[in-house]
């Protein structure tokens, strides 16, 4: 069986940071100068810039735009490495991580970046018939998809059905759900309603486009509840400004092929929904028995280490901070991750050069931004 050192040649202490998102490449790049061996493992060959996924998803920017080789990002690292491998396992009494291609790797070190999934929260349906946003290949998928229902609806109107059947299929093939008023919510709602507007209105010009819709679905009474109030109702005026039809006090009952059922009752007819309602911890972390809390996030202390196993660091959106790291729990964003992981490298750095590392993990708040759709946005500053 091939070991890390096949993979990342032989160093003193090994560092093995699980995955190449924002938190793992902080921690990489910032174990430059660090006498260490660093590799870095990703089930993807790339970095994922999520922040711009709705562009790639809503047909405004391509895969390339938004992916970034991971072995090139290093080629100028001489101490780190990427590899593409998909951990399926950790074997922290041994120290190794495991990996579905076969490859074992050992650390001195181990920082766990693996992010967080797409929560259904049980909700009847989601799994089966909604789309995540997660990855640049779902948001393909969902843009895929929406072209190809638009088409499907272009030969339904061009077939004359117009009987109850046939109108509810057209309704379903141009009405796409979002579900979730959060940032990513938001900011597809008003991709997709300006991809409508744009360039299908163009390529479908016999399709009567003013009946598609976008419909924004939240279970709370504001959308960007995150943000202050007054952000969340300015996003929600430039949405419906924009044909949006914004749902708020609307929680989701179930999703069906061809139909979303929402708590009160009302069935929105649509073959496109997307799940943009939460997150949660990534699975593997409960599964190798590591203490996660709130939100399936894994707890740890003021140095983003294990309690019981302080060689083990866990951040970016998989860790659970305590309550004093910030007024509030730390955000599941890019810029608590990105500090994170250089927090942790602070800390291996010092302690591997003997000298005192830096003071408790705090997150530092720059503020947040979501847009809803070309010149406009919210923000939201410190
Ligand atoms: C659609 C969307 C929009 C967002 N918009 C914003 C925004 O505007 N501003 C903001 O600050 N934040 C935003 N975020 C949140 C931000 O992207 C995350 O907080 C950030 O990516 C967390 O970084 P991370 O390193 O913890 O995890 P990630 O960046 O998610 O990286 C986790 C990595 O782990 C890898 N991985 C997962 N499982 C395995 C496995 N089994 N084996 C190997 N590798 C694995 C993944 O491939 C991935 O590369 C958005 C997120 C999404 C999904």
Known sequence: MATASDLAGPRSTSVVVVGAGFGGLAAARALSD??????????????TFQPLLYQVATAGLGVDDICYASRGIFQR???????????????LDDRRVL???????PYDRLVLALGAVTADFGVPGVAEHTFGLKSAAEAIEIRTHVLRR?????????????DATGERALAAATTIV???????GVEM??????????????????LDLARARVVLVEAAD??????????????RQRLEARGVEVRLDAAVA???????????????????????AGVAGHPLAAAVGLPTGRGGRVEVDHHLRLADRPEVHVIGDLALPPADAFDGPVPQVAAAAIQGGRHVAAVIGAELAGQAGPGPFRYRDQGSMATSGRNAAVVELP
């Open 222 to 235: 504001r959308l960007l509840s995150t943000f202050a109030p007054r952000l969340g109702d300015h996003a």
């Open 189 to 206: 709602a008003g991709g997709f309603a300006e991809l409508i507007g744009g360039p299908l209105r163009k390529d479908f010009p016999e």
């Open 150 to 162: 638009f088409e499907a609806a272009d030969r339904l109107a061009r077939s004359g059905q117009d």
């Open 178 to 184: 979002l579900v979730g008023g959060g940032p990513t």
């Open 34 to 47: 660090a006498p260490v061996e660093v590799t870095v493992v990703d089930q993807r060959n790339h970095h």
């Open 99 to 105: 990996t579905a291609e076969g490859v074992d790797l």
């Open 77 to 91: 690292q001489s101490n780190a490495r990427a590899v593409q491998a998909r951990v399926t396992g950790i074997d």
């Open 254 to 276: 179930e999703v069906e092929p061809g139909t979303v059922r929402l708590a009160d009752g009302t069935e929105i007819p649509s073959d496109t929904v997307v799940w943009a």
